[in-house]
Nanobody, 116 residues
């Protein structure tokens, strides 16, 4: 059974940092591409960052480039999103996501709220 469990969401001030983690189980993590998405109130869910399985290649949405870093620990089957220099517009529910055999799997989400 594929499971994705996010943690690390918290209130934060502008300019602050949070470390979001996604603990996974039930699939071959080393080969899987892993993604972080977010959904702000009243907006569509958007892909924020992704890391590919084989070469650890990463991609980011333009709005977080230089501020967010996605990484993975294959031994712990965990993917992390380090968020720095947070902005109010980063407020959203952040979701961990992967696709296995053509099927999408999502975590339950973790809330990040940035306010002064």
């Amino acid at each position: 059974q594929v499971q994705l469990v996010e943690s690390g969401g918290d209130p934060a001030q502008p300019g602050g940092s949070l470390t979001l983690s996604c603990l996974t189980s039930g699939f071959a993590f080393r080969q899987a591409g892993m993604n972080w998405h977010r959904q702000a109130p009243g907006k569509e869910r958007e892909l924020v960052a992704r890391i590919f399985g084989s070469w650890n290649t990463t991609n980011y949405v333009d709005s977080v480039k230089g501020r967010f870093t996605i990484s993975r620990d294959n031994n712990r089957a965990t993917v992390t999103l380090q968020t720095n220099d947070l902005k109010i517009e980063d407020t959203a529910v952040y979701y961990c996501h992967t696709r296995i055999a053509g099927r999408a799997y999502w975590g339950q989400g973790t809330q990040v709220t940035v306010s002064s």
